[in-house]
């Protein structure tokens, strides 16, 4: 665990980012890609196809997650009576359709749907949502949008160690069941679930490094321990 913070640093994720979309986009992964894809679900599970896509694969859709945030942030807001939770919720979301979007639409990789797997390929205005497959929206979302209510309930809510433990596992858990039901499902290249993971975490790192930043730089200002964000609970994200 102590290794974590460094594993998940900016530079990591962004590294590692890059080398995997260059490997994905320029060939050494496509065999794997192919290799690995199918329309599993179909093929073994024809008959939970649907209730796959429309329950556990809603999980880390914007219907379900961004109500969570939303949620998590008025509650503490409300609560505390500062806008700063409802400011990174509206930050976190337009992290998400400015960075993911943005790379999903600049990539235009095509899904395993409308094609093989070829970046710059037609993207949306040729085949849709079908051809912005990179990175992956909804593993993104999962580590993004729960991880920044997680970050909110960190630092706001004062959980003991035990409780911070939890709420990393379940942002984990709920990150693995996005890659693990959208492969099972074959809606996506493994590599764009790969590269959701990474993007997510990094718009995720680029987000809290933000906030503590304005804090600490507000904190200084004012000469005064700062009400939005603690020192003590802010360096308890990992």
Known sequence: MHRLPKLTSAPVLGGAFVVLTVLAATGPLRG?????????????????????DAVPNAVAGQAVCLPVLAAVAIWLALRHRTWHPVLIALAAEAA???????????????????GDGSFFSGGFFVHGSYGIAYPSGHAAEAVLIYGAAAYLLRTYAHPDSRMRTRTFWVVLLIAAGAVAVSFYLGFHWPTDLVGGLLAGGLLLRLLVNTDRALTARAQRRSGQTGLSVPRSSASTIR
Request: glycine fraction near 8%; aromatic fraction near 18%; charged fraction near 20%.
């Open 32 to 52: 794997l890609d192919h290799d690995l894809q199918a329309y599993w679900s179909r093929r073994y599970t024809p008959n939970w196809h649907d209730f796959l």
């Open 96 to 114: 998400f359709y400015a960075g993911i979007g943005g790379l999903k639409v600049l990539l235009a990789r095509s899904s395993p749907a409308v």
